[in-house]
């Protein structure tokens, strides 16, 4: 009898019991969580103190790099300026922490590629035409030989001007012809395909610019070739 009474008993509470184990061990697990908040503080300190680190030494690299730039063109070139672009337009915006020796005529670069020729200096601002803005023109030759012009048009990079007697040759890439501001064998772009037909007098190709000014890094003004 008393056996009977015992699992009637038990057999009432055990639902009881049910919640009151599901209870402990939320409790238990948010005691747990709360135990580790301490070490995961610790943690998110340590990931923040790397973060802040690593963004040191990227900026310290992009410093070297820029720093690196101006030697590679000041070897090739007898005086750079760096400048930062301000806005892009039909032209281009841009400035620099000293405008000195900057002139009308002073060819924009990156690196080795022409992106640009400067129009008119208003400090604190240096106003560039862009390769890609409608009649601009160039002196030019190719890297097999033939020599000619380059010009935007109709929202084209094309090369014109070459004689008929002279071979075009897709994938030869255009080069700037020495004058006073601007140096020799800057890097315009590649010829696309010939575009003039073989009764024409003169020649022409489409053209794929070497870089766009959008997203050209590291840019500077050749003031003196």
Do not use: C
Not at 67 to 86: A, D, G
């Amino acid at each position: 009898m008393t056996q009977l009474v015992s699992s009637s008993i038990q057999t009432l509470i055990m639902p009881l019991q049910q919640p009151l184990f599901l209870v402990r061990l939320s409790l238990l697990n948010q005691t747990n969580l709360i135990r580790q908040f301490p070490s995961w503080k610790h943690q998110a300190l340590k990931l923040k103190e790397e973060n802040d680190s690593l963004k040191v030494e990227l900026e310290s690299l992009k410093k070297l790099q820029a720093e690196l730039q101006i030697t590679n063109l000041n070897k090739s070139y007898k005086k750079v300026k760096p400048v930062r672009l301000v806005s892009l337009q039909n032209k281009a915006l841009l400035t620099s922490s000293d405008l000195t020796g900057i002139i009308p005529g002073q060819p924009l670069v990156s690196k080795l590629s022409l992106l640009g020729i400067v129009e008119a200096v208003t400090p604190p601002v240096v106003k560039v035409i862009p390769l890609n803005l409608d009649g601009l023109k160039l002196d030019v030759k190719l890297s097999s030989g033939p020599q000619g012009r380059y010009t935007y048009t109709n929202n084209m990079p094309l090369l014109i001007d070459i004689s008929s007697k002279e071979t075009i040759l897709p994938g030869d890439t255009l080069f700037t012809k020495a004058s006073v501001n601007i140096p020799e064998n800057l890097i315009i772009g590649q010829v696309v395909d010939v575009l003039s037909q073989s009764s024409d007098p003169l020649q022409k190709a489409s053209v794929k610019l070497s870089q766009d000014l959008n997203t050209a890094n590291d840019l500077f003004i050749i003031t003196e070739p």
